[in-house]
């Protein structure tokens, strides 16, 4: 139905940058309201952004807010996450997911919101 392969994630020093992506493969990309989730060693999966069918609505969780943004090419059905300023609370496997949009409200902050997700991404930051 929906396949999502997230990429870009490895080791990096605090201060620096990342940017994953996050390749769909579906007919049409353009309808699905997309976001991305994060999971620390103990912790529960949380909200990191979400961003709607267009790319022009986003909303991001508190803790990234001026260092995280995220994007979307419909062009290219990829999802992007660019992560500035990184610091070692950042440390965690991210995850995209992905939502039919015209169900429920378009910019989704929790995962019973979205019906597909990928495999994870693991990013790491250094002090």
């Known amino acids: 139905q929906v396949q999502l392969v997230e990429s870009g994630g490895g080791l990096v020093q605090a201060g620096g940058s990342l940017r994953l992506s996050c390749a769909v493969s579906?007919?049409?990309?353009?309808?699905?309201?997309l976001g991305w989730f994060r999971q620390a060693p103990g912790k529960e999966r949380e909200f990191v952004a979400a961003?709607?069918?267009?790319?022009?609505?986003?909303y991001y969780t508190d803790s990234v807010k001026g260092r995280f943004t995220i994007s979307r090419d419909n062009a290219k059905n990829t999802m992007y996450l660019q992560m500035n300023s990184l610091k070692p609370e950042d440390t965690a496997v991210y995850y995209c997911a992905a939502g039919l949009a015209g169900y429920t409200r378009e910019l989704r902050t929790t995962e019973a919101e979205y019906g597909d997700w990928g495999q994870g991404t693991q990013v790491t930051v250094s002090s």
């Open positions: 579906v007919r049409t990309f353009s309808i699905y309201a």
């Open positions: 961003i709607g069918t267009s790319g022009g609505n986003t």
